[in-house]
T-cell receptor, first 114, second 112 residues
């Protein structure tokens, strides 16, 4: 398996623009997570899905952030409008069953908002 | 919310030395995990230890868990330059959960 695939790897955008980050989880995994990593706050859990259904989005910072999982092989994290403080590395991770605990991470999408 | 915190924040050692990193957490857990992150890459799972285990080994890695002190340690023996990375502990967001939350990590530099 190719692992968790994220795109784009790098995104530079202007404040106010819409940003869409994409994730393809490992086939057969039924949990998908979005994390955000910054120097100041470390690795924060934004939202996670189980069987394509959002379970906990309490980590989503503001209404400007939204996430969808239209099917088992694709998820998006959207920021609209983007702000400079959204600059971070966004990671997608997936796992099979919550009990194993082991997450498989993508390589991340580094977002810079100017 | 973050529950686990690693200590020290940074560690610099020579190749061949042992590296020890610690993790403290706040509430009861059912398991604790350690991950590694190379610069510019995603996190990679190293080892999971359950609450009924006290010690676990994987190659040059040794993890201990002391639930009475709410702490864990990761020992890397005979370190190599390739071990240079950040190391994170992950604990469940709440006692009965399996959803991992991460600390800020320990940055390890191993000098050749």
């Amino acid at each position: 398996d190719a692992g968790v695939i994220q795109s784009p790897r790098h995104e530079v955008t202007e404040m106010g623009q819409e940003v869409t980050l994409r994730c393809k989880p490992i086939s057969g995994h039924d949990y998908l997570f979005w994390y955000r990593q910054t120097m100041m706050r470390g690795l924060e859990l934004l939202i996670y899905f189980n069987n394509n259904v959002p379970i906990d989005d309490s980590g989503m910072p503001e209404d400007r952030f939204s996430a969808k999982m239209p099917n088992a092989s694709f998820s998006t994290l959207k920021i609209q409008p983007s702000e400079p403080r959204d600059s971070a590395v966004y990671f997608c991770a997936s796992t099979q069953g919550a009990g194993t605990g082991e997450l498989f991470f993508g390589e991340g999408s580094r977002l810079t908002v100017l | 919310s973050q529950q686990g915190e690693e200590d020290p924040q940074a560690l610099s050692i020579q190749e061949g030395e042992n590296a020890t990193m610690n993790c403290s957490y706040k509430t009861s857990i059912n398991n604790l995990q350690w991950y590694r992150q190379n610069s510019g890459r995603g996190l990679v799972h190293l080892i999971l230890i359950r609450s009924n285990e006290r010690e676990k080994h994987s190659g040059r890695l040794r993890v201990t868990l002391d639930t009475s002190k709410k702490s864990s340690s990761l020992l890397i023996t005979a370190s190599r330059a390739a071990d240079t990375a950040s190391y994170f502990c992950a604990t469940p967001a709440s006692g009965g959960s399996y959803i991992p939350t991460f600390g800020r990590g320990t940055s390890l530099i191993v000098h050749p």
